[in-house]
Every structure is written in C-alpha cells, then in structure tokens.
C-alpha cells in the first residue's frame, strides 16, 4: 500500500503524492499565544506528530512548519486584565507552549515563525492582492473582497448566504460596518488608541488573523505545499480565507492535502470555560495523568473522530499503558541481564511491520497500528511482570525475545510513544475540578476491604490490561481479536460486560 490521506479539500481519501518526491513540506496552524495549551491542542498536536514521525520513518525528507499567532484581541485584553504588555504575555505562553509540548513529546517544528517577525511578508501580501484589486482599503483598514474570489467556500463546503463572519469574537460591528460587502474579511486593522500597533502603506495598525498564516506559508515553504494542518473548527473561516486570499495573490493552488483533526468533547459536551470542563494540558499532567497515558488515549481514536474525554476512558487508557510500558521498559531495566544489546540492530522487516505500515498508511489508523504493539508487547510484558518477581529468563527465550523488543520500540517511537521510568497505574480525573486519584491506589484500598490477596490484585491488574488491548482492537475494527481476548477471559472465568460510552466493566463468573 501507499499513504492515503483524506483530504478535506476533495472530500475524499486520496494516495499521497508530494510535489517533490522525497520531500514533504508541512504547515500546522499554531497557537494564539495569550493562555495555556488545552486539551484540544494536545490532541491536534499529537496527531500532526504523528504524522511527521511516519513521513520520516517511511524515507521522506520533511519540513515542518508551524506558527505563532502574537498579534490578537484576545492577546491584548490579557494583556489589558493583568495591566501587562502584549509582549509579555506572547513570551510567556510560547514558553509554556514549549514546555507542554516536550512533556508530551512532540518533536519540535523544523521552524516556528512569530506573526510579529513576518510583517514584512504580511504588508507585502496585502499590497499585492490590492493591486490586483482582491482588497481595498477604508479609513486605514484592509479588506479582502470575496466576491473577487470565484472559487470561496471549496474547502468548507459552505454558500456564502450562509456563511457566518463572527468568527472567536474577532469581528466587531464597528468593522462590518466599513466593509463593501458582509463576508469581506480585514487584511490589515488600523490602530486603536492604546494599542501596539505597526506603520504600514495605509497607516499605523496590526494585522488580520488570517492573513498572517498564509504570509508566514509562502515565506517558509512557497506558493504551493504539500500539506496543510489544523482542527475541524479551522476550517471556516480560518482556513477558507487563508486559501482565498493566497490563491488569489498567487495564482496557485495553496496547498495540495489539507488534513483535519475532530473536535474534543469532555464527557460528550463540547469543551469550554463556560461549563466548567476546561482543562488545560499542564493541569491534566500534574493531576497524574502521565503524558504517554494521554498520548495512548489520543492515539486510540482516528484522528478524523470527535475524541471524548472521560474518566473511565482515561482509566482504560492508563491500564492499557502500564502494560504497554513494562513491555517497552524491558530492555532498559533488565536488557543487560538478558544479554541484549542496549540498541540498534533493528529487526528485519516482518509480518507485524507489514501490518503497522498497511495501518499507518490507511489515513494514520492509529488505533489498528496499536493494535500491533499491543499483540508485539504481550510475551515481552510476561516477561517483565516475571523479572520483577525475581525470576530468570532461559536464554533461548531472551534471544527469541530481543528482536521483538527492539520492534516494539522502533514501532512505538515512530506513534511518539516512550519507555516511562515511574510507576504507573490507572488514573481517574474528574474535570470538573481537575482534580485527580490514583485508582491503584483505591485498587488497593479495595483489595484490602475485600480481602483480597496481593496476587488477587495483580490478577485485576492483568485483567484490566487484557480489557485495555480489547478495547484498542475494537477501535482498529479487529472483532475477530476482540472477540478472542473475551473468549479467553471467559475461559479464565471472566465475564466482560460492555457499557455505553466505549466502557467496559467485568466480574469473575
């Protein structure tokens, strides 16, 4: 098979082709910079990681490009509550961005350009499309005039008679009222009293949202790349205006692939401050949530899906790790005593590749690839739970198990997945309070109200671990394997009982 990507633009699952072969030219729509990184983010941006870590695997050069919005309303009204600068709070919340993106292991773009040091290229963009009379200025603002462009709306879909401007607050009726028409979008903002502005052809001011992205792409990476990245509710207007007014100026095509990820809800409600489910990635973390328990959740779901955050979703997802993990930590801790070497020596290509790669390129099926590291880990996470017992391994099994521990790793690096070092158990948050328990801990709790013995509890563990891997095969459409781990749980006297909302509880029969 060939990558295929499903390409918003097209509506349709299409084979990867990039415009030079070999090369891949990525732009991801970054963060505006005047809070902390949430949930949402977390999700875009470890799905567009993903994707980057494939490209390179797969042998293409890739370059990947992703922005910071530092000029913006909501920017300055933080600026304006904390009695700041605009400044100030950009530089703090790139640094936090940095922070939360090292905790989840995201790899660093190859370049971050800042709207404040692309301003050239935004004035110059600007002055372009007025010459070819796709904008006009009023009073020291630019507008685009969408009705210059033929081809508004292909990317959304949309009619312009239901097109809806408002977009985030960043529309006032003050500048609905300057435009020619109600869907023309500004370019340029004239200065506020008060406010950081930029001298500019038509006066001091700032630019336009999204103006600012398809500047800071043809200065990166040219008229025309492969890629372009962002979430569903980019699509309009962020999107649809950044095609209209680079095309216009350009001529060409902005980008050939534009890729989407689906929205995040919190216990099936749309995330948001308003009610009270707003979580921030930073405050997920230090609730104990480790950062390879939410990267796993993240990757459980396709990347196209709405993603729904709930406890117990969270708990399996920790469950499903910690396994995962003794299976990815095994060469670490115990690989000198099994005489493996510390790495390098990469398998060769095998059937368990094969069925990562065929997932991969299935539009970044993610939940099917781990499917396959859940299947490669499960010999090496017995071996692992019998080392920590004290048990020896044969060297006859340690030599058959080397090389597929060094798969596992390679194949789990290229989802961004790593070997944690601490102790990790099932965790539930409660987003309301972004408050958080451990439930090994509660497990413990309750294995001694019951009674139970250590071992009574570690067979818990090994159950909750078997759910977890049911459950990622069910979300890859393997029912043939998920209908084999329920039939072995059976035979162990384990009766699974499926719940709405994708959870799973269990009695012993």
Known sequence: MTLRLTNTLTRRTEPFE?????????????????????????????????????????????????????????????????????????????????????ALNILPPDRMPRATGSLDAIRALIAELEAKGAAYSVEGDVYFAVMQHAGYGKLSGRDLGEQQQNAEGRVSQAEEARKRHP???????AAKPGEPSFPSPWGAGRPGWHIECS??????????????????????????????????ATGQELARTWLHNGMVNVGGEKMSKSLGNFTTIRALLASGVSPMTLRLFVLQAHYRKPLDFTDQALEAAATGWKGLNAALGLGQRFGTALGWPASGGAPNPGEARQRFRAAMDDDLNTAAALAVLFELA???????????????????????????????????????????????GATVVTFSSAAATSAEAGTSEAATKAGKTADDTADDTAILERIAERQAAKAARDFASADRIRAELKQQGVELIDKPGGVTDWIRS
């Open 18 to 102: 990039p415009l030079v072969p070999g090369q891949v030219s990525l732009y991801c729509c970054g963060v505006t910079v005047y809070d902390l990184c949430h949930l949402g983010h977390a999700r875009s941006y470890i799905v567009w990681d993903v994707l980057r870590r494939y490209l390179l695997w797969s042998g293409y050069a890739v370059t990947f490009v992703q922005n910071y919005t530092d000029i913006d309303d909501k920017i300055l009204r933080r600026a304006a509550e904390e009695g700041s600068s605009m400044e100030a709070v950009s530089e703090r919340n790139i640094e936090a961005f940095r922070v939360d993106m090292a």
């Open 183 to 189: 869907f023309d979008f500004a370019l340029w903002k």
């Open 215 to 248: 500047a800071m792409v043809r200065e990166e990476l040219g008229d025309t790349i492969d890629i372009h990245l962002g979430g569903a509710d980019l699509i309009f207007p962020h999107h649809e205006n950044e095609i209209a007014q680079s095309e216009a």
């Open 378 to 424: 499960r010999p090496l996470k017995a071996l692992a739970n019998r080392l920590e017992r004290g048990d020896t391994a044969r060297s006859e099994e340690a030599a058959e198990l080397a090389p597929r521990w060094q798969e596992l790793v390679e194949l789990a690096g290229v989802l961004g997945l790593m070997a944690e070092n601490r102790k990790l």
